[in-house]
């Protein structure tokens, strides 16, 4: 972990994506604006001296407000040295002011106004309802405060320490939340570091109130008028939730939702979408002309939505149109549904698509879809393949080479079956398919190519499991046969990973840790003791160097990619030796069925608990 890399990766993360935003610098005019600021500064601070608090306040935020727009009109990040000393003596004197008046921190960040929305937009659509992701439930501060399966989500006023800031900031594609989305900017990234730094206060009334709930001053707001909505009789030509709301989710929420959604209108769900904003309906049943969102969309009216994105089809341009003609009916069930619940996400329409399904014809796709990925890989070269009941090994190694891996496979599913107790035939709709790459830049290539992502130096292999099995495989670099300091040969690889496909099946959210260390500890016991095995145990010692808590070693996304394998390896061995392999198993079996990292442990090593556990582990290491 070398003082805790994924702390160090968000910091970096944050700091060098601040710097490296812009190439622009501030204009001599600009130059000028700012130091005639930070002269303004030092005179308010005179008026502070002389009590002269409500002017002082007064021009202490008209001068923010003009430091602000110079610094985002010269594109200077927050790292900026400029910035940094301007924000200090703002700060520091803002905060002075406050104190004299017996106001509130105007430099606090507001949960209410400025978290909430955040966490509502980019987390409510997994993290909510009756069966959140990762047991997390976001949607409410109360809940937010209990954090999920991976344990607590704020240390206040420490967010490097914060698994928020960890999931949202690193820099693992397959890590980072939320997932399957684009990263959050970095304007963002700061406003939450800055929060949970300030200690993550919330400045409402009620914390167990919905955050969609939360309004402008942080209470909840007062009741709006009912809103006129027809529902759909089933002979309309367009439907809202199949052909309209897929696109206003995809286009519009991003700028309107939240507390403070552009123009007042949110399209967070069906009624306050119809309810329109502030400058009142945007739709009107059956009148195009009187409907303001055809206007900004269909019409040409200016300014043209949505701003600064892709432009909308023409079949949701064509679409739209009949549906405010036909009456903008709405054929959900409940209006106040957010329309991301109405919306199936691409995981649901895969599900959907892929259980109807026959064994014979999952076969063909699997086929389909590992030419098709070979395709982008290496166009230019035929690849070979090797066909049996639960594999498809395929790649441009030897056709010997890929009957050796095929064997070596083959023989591994019988014990992944017995450890496990897997009754499926095949285990992985489909088959599961093996790329092996001849060399070293293949499988970085295919890495590029599939996951758009860089290959650490140490890294050699993957598993990689989607929705209803639409994609199952594993991809490997030949490394050779012989063990080595940095992998352990190529039949350690197929080992290894076929495990980790086998418990990223879909359903399932186990922490990287166990993933590759299980893989790793089942084929350091298939193949006995080799030099890559044998040296997991000081490469973890190293890892673990400047760990602070010891119940972080379970937490997920703490170790880059170089540590996961020897710190899971050893932490895998020692909780089997420990308790058994049956144990282990239960406690597997507890965390796939939706357990708790915490509860798991206690339920199968009691009375162990996460922090007795951890240091008994780090003990076993000395």
Known sequence: MRQIPAAIALVVAILVTSITVSQAAPTPEQRKQIAAIQK???AVASMIRSKEYEEAEKKLEELNSQAQKIFAEAQLPSTDRTVMAVTKLLTSNRQRVAKALDKPDPTLISFSKEIAPILQQNCGNCHAGDNPRGKLDLSSFAMMKQGGQNGPLLVPKQATRSLLMLRVATTNDQARMPRNAAALGVPVLEKLYTWINQGAIFDGEDESAPLAELGKDGSKPTAAPPVQITMATGTEKVSFVRDIAPTIVNLCTRCHSGNDPNSGLSVVTFESLMRGGDSGRVIVPGNLDGSRLWQLVGAGEQPRMPQGQARITRKFHADLKVW???GAKFDGEDPKTTLRQLVPTDEQLAMERLAVLSPEEF????????EEQWKRVSARTAARFVSSEE????GDASEERLKQVSEWASQYIQDLRSTFGI??????KGRLTIFVMKDRFGYTELNQVLHSRSTARDVHGHAHITAGFEDAYIALEDVGDESAETHGGLRLSVIDHITGAYL???GTSLPQWLIRGTGLALAGRTMGA???INGMGAQAINALKGLEKPEDVFTDGRFGPGDVGPIGYSLVSFMIKA?????????IARLQSGSNMAAAVKAVYPPADLANLGTAYLSSLQ
Do not use: C, H, M
């Open 40 to 42: 303004e500064i030092s």
């Open 324 to 326: 405010i003609e036909e």
């Open 363 to 370: 076969r063909q796709l699997r086929e389909q879809r590992t």
């Open 391 to 394: 594999f498809l090994v395929y």
């Open 423 to 428: 009754k499926d035939r095949p285990v992985w």
């Open 504 to 506: 990223k099946k879909p």
């Open 530 to 532: 080799s030099t890559y």
């Open 579 to 587: 308790g058994g392999a049956n144990k282990f198993g239960q406690f």
